[in-house]
């Protein structure tokens, strides 16, 4: 039975189970105070309190955004950050969440693009007035050091700016922050984008596949493949060489009247 | 936080055989994969859908008796969220060529192509536009793009093996000679995969393949796929307009049958919206939040498999719902971090499996219903899985990933699985350093509606695209065919609705008098009126609230 796990089940208890966990801490969801199992994340904390989710939650792995969460805690005056699926509750601890927050957002024609300093200021001019002070990258839930993407947007470093900014979930969070107003994450999709689009150079081998394909090579063998019946099929399978794991990239298959 | 000192303790036996895995890897000797027959035999012993009570047939619609998972045949022989008799006609609140239904990968990049043939386009999406399975996809995309060695015939007979020689052909064939065509569209909008400087791109294995043909971007390959895909709808936002919070909950016809739009409920507001359009593209994705057999899942909150109900309401018939995937690796431990997906680019970059011993037990590149059913062996069958810590009865094995740093050079882990490593860290656990306890965890509709390689389906002006679509991958999907399936079948069925809306030059009178007759079949066969589908969203409320909601009324699971 070890298979049989079930969010709903581990989330929950009877009332008699309730009324002798000890394992329960407070905490202030939008400063009310609540009583949750001290191993929740922040959002399994929000439903055992009662909560049906519609915001601010997505894909419960870590990697949507939706459940941006900014919370404080007693003794301190920091603001911290966490994604709400991924942070485990602490007791006393006062938060909410920030399923959205307005920030500018460009509309652009990626082919038109180019790597540099002037093209990002043209589309997001709010970059000059950067100030530096850090608090985007203070308020990151992906610990993304994302006042050092901005300078290097600024300095017209759009490589370095997508590099930096791989891990963003767009959460939103570095927006509400930022004293000079920018949208943070998507100047840095714009970022990645042109890295991908015009900076790195296009895969040639792909296109070379591409052609391949168009020109017919591969109709027959595929046809072949689709009139076989199951046992040869299963031969052929069987039969397939095996690329290995620790070989060079530039290996080749002794059979090469199929590629 | 991290491990507990029994696991600790633990974990010493797994270094102890560390160094000669390591070796033999080296080498290139392999642990034995199973052979057809084995893997025959593995699965019905271990694989979950095996088990007794796993599937049931279906009493009422177009796949009447055939087998199915149990959680699925309960949306099907339920009675729609609407009175068929509440809905106004009249009031028509959208208009459009073409409504796509799932604001996933595939259903953006459907809009996207839609657009280009020239249709006005809403994506109508239950969370926000992008939260959604392909968000979660990690390891990669396959595509054979590297002709010196690999070709769309190899990709052919490795799905084809995978899925167990049931898929349907003609959709395979499809998929694999578009799939390099699928790479080049995503590198010309930007999406940024891993290349080596000349711009070639780094291919790795995936389980059940023999060419490395898996494309990646870090371990956040569908997360960089759905943002590009997002970012450029939203530069169309012209020509595409999109509705979050608001689920289609039944599908519209006309007076020749034809698919004619779809009724939206609103999340927030509680009003249902009626959407007329020319064509509509299912592209809902999965039903993981069904809990299949109880198990934990992967999947995004709104994968409740609603495009499949509607589909079949309106007639389409369904294949390989009987198939569920297992992905092997999904955490057990810490507990917050439960079910989450642990991508097979650990295994496809060599990590071993070992039980408790730290031995192996099965080749770590085996297709995943054979690495899961192993797993479960091992665990419930040969006893020699490790305890889960607090969780009596629970077990996992270790996915050993710092034989990755070892095999391919010390920061490898860090680099390649950027948001595993964070996740872990956080957690107290350095993943280069310690393996990962894991268990199979729910992960993928191997499954759905029946549709042509264009996208069609029987019914005219519907289409369906990604997961939420069945037969490409049989009885059992590859990894890195996922993003692959999203993007060529969305790219496909985008293009073929937004040509098909240049042809349509009327909607007839709306109605949903196919749910109307679903209606009347669910009475004649006496079942399904307790139940409401599709679900929309799962319910993870709190009985004990729920007690004290004394005024509050649910339909379904929704309050």
Redesign the interface.
């Known amino acids: 039975?070890?298979?049989?796990?079930?969010?709903?089940v581990?989330?929950?208890?009877s009332?008699s189970e309730?009324a002798a966990r000890t394992d329960l801490v407070p905490i202030f969801i939008m400063g009310k105070r609540y009583m949750v199992p001290s191993?929740?994340?922040i959002q399994?904390a929000f439903?055992?309190?009662?909560y049906?989710?519609?915001?601010g939650?997505?894909?419960?792995?870590?990697?949507?955004g939706?459940c941006a969460t900014v919370y404080r805690t007693p003794g301190s005056a920091k603001i911290n950050v966490g994604l709400a699926c991924?942070t485990?509750v602490q007791p006393n601890m006062y938060l909410t969440m920030v399923p959205f927050f307005p920030a500018n957002?460009a509309?652009?024609?990626?082919e038109e693009l180019k790597p540099d300093a002037q093209t990002l200021l043209k589309y997001y001019p709010e970059l000059a007035k950067c100030m530096g002070c850090n608090t985007c990258t203070k308020s990151c839930p992906?610990?993304i050091p994302v006042m050092e993407y901005i300078s290097a947007a600024i300095r017209g470093d759009v490589e370095k700016a997508?590099e930096i900014s791989?891990?963003c979930?767009?959460c939103g969070i570095c927006a509400s922050r930022c004293p000079a107003e920018l949208g943070q994450y998507n100047i840095a999709?714009?970022c990645?984008?042109?890295?991908?689009?015009?900076i790195?150079?296009?895969?040639?081998?792909?296109?070379?596949?591409?052609e391949?394909?168009n020109s017919g090579?591969?109709d027959k063998?595929?046809e072949q493949?689709?009139k076989a019946d199951?046992e040869t099929?299963?031969k052929?399978?069987?039969e397939?060489?095996?690329?290995?794991?620790?070989t060079p990239?530039?290996?080749?298959?002794d059979d090469k009247s199929?590629? | 936080m991290g491990y507990t000192s029994e696991l600790m303790e633990l974990i010493k036996r797994v270094e102890k055989t560390r160094p000669e895995r390591v070796m033999k890897k080296k080498d290139g000797q392999e642990f034995p994969a199973l052979t057809l027959d084995q893997r025959r035999d593995r699965l019905e012993k271990y694989h979950p859908d095996f088990r007794a009570g796993a599937l049931r047939e279906l009493k009422v619609g177009p796949s009447k008796g055939l087998s199915i998972a149990q959680e699925i045949a309960d949306t099907f022989e339920a009675k729609s969220r609407l009175d068929p008799d509440a809905i106004d006609f009249n009031e028509v609140h959208y208009e459009t060529d073409v409504l796509v239904i799932g604001g996933g990968g595939a259903g953006t990049a459907a809009a996207l192509l839609a657009q280009e043939q020239g249709a006005r386009v809403i994506i109508a999406t239950k969370l926000r536009h992008g939260d959604a399975n392909t968000m979660m996809a990690e390891g990669g995309m396959q595509a054979a793009t590297k002709s010196w060695k690999d070709s769309p015939y190899y990709h052919f007979l490795d799905v084809m093996g995978g899925g167990h020689f049931e898929n349907d052909p003609e959709l395979v064939r499809t998929m694999v000679t578009e799939a390099p065509k699928a790479i080049e569209w995503l590198e010309k909008l930007g999406c940024m995969f891993n290349k080596w400087p000349d711009g070639k791109m780094f291919t790795l294995h995936g389980a059940g393949t023999c060419r490395k043909r898996m494309h990646y971007a870090g371990d956040m390959t569908g997360a960089e796929i759905m943002r590009t895909l997002r970012d450029e709808a939203r530069n169309r936002v012209k020509d595409i307009g999109v509705l979050e919070f608001s689920p289609a909950v039944e599908l519209l016809i006309d007076e020749k049958g034809r698919c004619s739009g779809a009724v939206l409920y609103n999340l927030e507001t509680e009003e249902y919206f009626l959407v007329k359009a020319k064509a509509v593209i299912m592209a809902t994705g999965g039903s993981g939040r069904l809990h299949m057999s109880r198990f934990m899942t992967t999947n995004h909150y709104g994968a409740t498999g609603d495009g499949l109900v509607m589909g079949y309401r309106l007639g389409i018939e369904v294949r390989f719902l009987h198939a569920t995937q297992y992905h092997p690796t999904g955490a057990v431990f810490p507990e917050q971090a439960e079910g989450l997906l642990i991508t097979e680019k650990v295994r496809g970059a060599g990590a071993n499996l070992v039980n408790i011993d730290g031995d192996q037990f099965v080749f770590e590149r085996e297709p995943r219903d054979i690495e899961s059913a192993s797993i479960i062996r091992e665990c419930e069958k040969v006893g020699k899985g490790v305890p889960v810590p607090g969780q009596p009865g629970r077990f996992g094995v270790w996915l050993d990933s710092p034989m990755i740093d070892m095999l391919e050079g010390e920061g490898t882990v860090e680099r390649e699985f950027p948001a595993k490593f964070i996740l872990f860290k956080r957690y107290g656990i350095d993943i280069s350093k310690l393996p990962m306890l894991i268990y199979p965890t729910l992960h993928y509709q191997n499954g759905g509606l029946a549709y042509k390689p264009d996208g069609s389906t029987t019914v005219e002006g519907f289409f369906v695209a990604g997961e939420v679509g069945g037969g490409v991958h049989g009885a059992n999907r590859l990894m890195g065919n996922s993003l692959l399936d999203i993007t060529v079948f969305g790219r496909l069925a985008g293009e073929t609705a937004g040509k098909y809306v240049n042809t349509r030059s009327e909607i007839g009178k709306l109605s949903v008098d196919h749910v109307r007759r679903y209606h009347e079949e669910l009475e004649t066969a006496g079942i399904g009126f307790e139940r409401v589908s599709p679900m929309v969203l799962p319910d993870y409320g709190n009985p004990e609230v729920r007690k004290r909601q004394w005024t509050s009324h649910y339909v379904g699971t929704l309050r």
């Not at chain 1, 581990?10 to 208890?13: G, M, N």
């Not at chain 1, 439903?47 to 009662?50: L, V």
């Not at chain 1, 939650?57 to 949507?64: K, T, V």
């Not at chain 1, 990645?192 to 015009?198: A, L, M, P, S, Y």
């Open positions: 039975m070890s298979a049989m796990v079930q969010e709903a581990q989330q929950h208890s009332p309730a191993t929740l994340t399994k439903e055992y309190a009662g049906q989710l519609i915001r939650c997505g894909c419960r792995g870590g990697i949507c939706a991924q485990v957002r509309v652009y024609d990626i992906m610990d997508a791989m891990s979930v767009m999709i714009m990645r984008r042109i890295t991908g689009r015009h790195w150079p296009k895969a040639q081998h792909v296109a070379e596949m591409v391949k394909i090579r591969y063998p595929l493949l689709m199951l099929l299963r052929l399978y069987v397939r060489q095996m690329e290995p794991h620790t990239e530039d290996w080749t298959p199929f590629i």
